[in-house]
């Protein structure tokens, strides 16, 4: 009983600083989530993708990474974990770990990647310790850029919030100062930026597909492409063709929601 008590303390909890969130969202500016902008390509030069999971990136906004790439801009990716989880019990399975990597190389070939960086964490054992933060401040301070795609932090995976961890931890090391684009895999976001990926999908088919292991747990071609960037569509392209829907900030905004969201014991100073 007191464990169920408990339970509902901290979901009511959550629910509270979602609708803070929502607050804080609609005094900045009820049109952007109202009416999102829509864009052929985001425009920034030198971007850089943290992607929890072998997959993420692609799922995610790769769409958006053959755009930037067909713009001629610079795009890395850094892998966190080894995905040796990413079967259907979630078992660690070290050949599955192998497995996902060789699947990501041939993804971020087929997209045109400039830098991957492996980290090989294990599978949802992601923290936002000291390594991982210095690693990953040490990875930005090398590429420098303009903007940053993360998986937006009300994420229910705790891989994908503690992605926002590592990197918000890291701020006064990493020296990081541009827009954080928020992007959505397992929970829907409120987006203010939607990017039109109608006449690059079939390329970010071929990347999914690139992930034999994962297409044969989760359906990611009904569920992602013809769901969730088909829905993206609808406020913005009258539901024809794909997209795929992002929050823009700048980095001092986003850690100012994801405080919220965490309480500001979350993010270390």
Excluded: W
């Excluded at 339970?7 to 959550?14: A, I, L």
């Excluded at 040490?138 to 705790?158: C, G, M, N, V």
Aim: glycine share 6%; with cysteine.
């Amino acid at each position: 009983m007191i464990k169920k008590y408990l339970k509902k303390v901290r979901f009511d909890y959550k629910i509270s600083c979602l609708n803070r969130i929502l607050d804080i969202l609609t005094d900045k500016g009820k049109k952007e989530l109202l009416q999102p902008d829509l864009v052929k390509v985001q425009p920034f030069k030198n971007v850089l993708v943290l992607s929890p999971h072998p997959d993420d990136d692609v799922l995610g906004c790769g769409g958006s990474i053959i755009k930037h790439k067909e713009a001629g801009n610079k795009v890395s990716v850094i892998c966190f974990t080894d995905g040796c989880r990413g079967n259907l019990e979630s078992e660690k399975v070290e050949s599955l770990a192998s497995l996902r990597k060789d699947e990501m190389k041939k993804a971020h070939q087929l997209l045109g990647i400039d830098k991957a960086f492996y980290l090989d964490y294990e599978d949802g054992f992601l923290s936002a310790n000291t390594e991982t933060v210095e690693k990953t401040s040490e990875i930005i301070r090398e590429i420098s850029p303009e903007a940053i795609y993360l998986p937006f932090f009300i994420d229910y995976h705790k891989d994908h919030v503690e992605t926002t961890r590592i990197l918000l931890n890291g701020l006064k090391d990493n020296g990081f100062n541009g827009k954080c684009v928020a992007y959505e895999v397992n929970s829907p976001i409120y987006p203010n930026t939607i990017v039109d990926i109608t006449d690059c999908i079939d390329r970010k088919l071929d990347a999914l597909n690139c992930y034999r292991t994962q297409l044969s747990v989760n359906n990611y071609v009904h569920t992602i492409i013809e769901g969730l960037n088909r829905f993206r569509t609808n406020s913005v392209m009258l539901g024809k063709g794909y997209a795929e829907g992002f929050y823009v900030c700048d980095i001092g905004f986003y850690k100012q929601l994801a405080e919220v969201y965490f309480s500001k014991s979350y993010i270390t100073k």
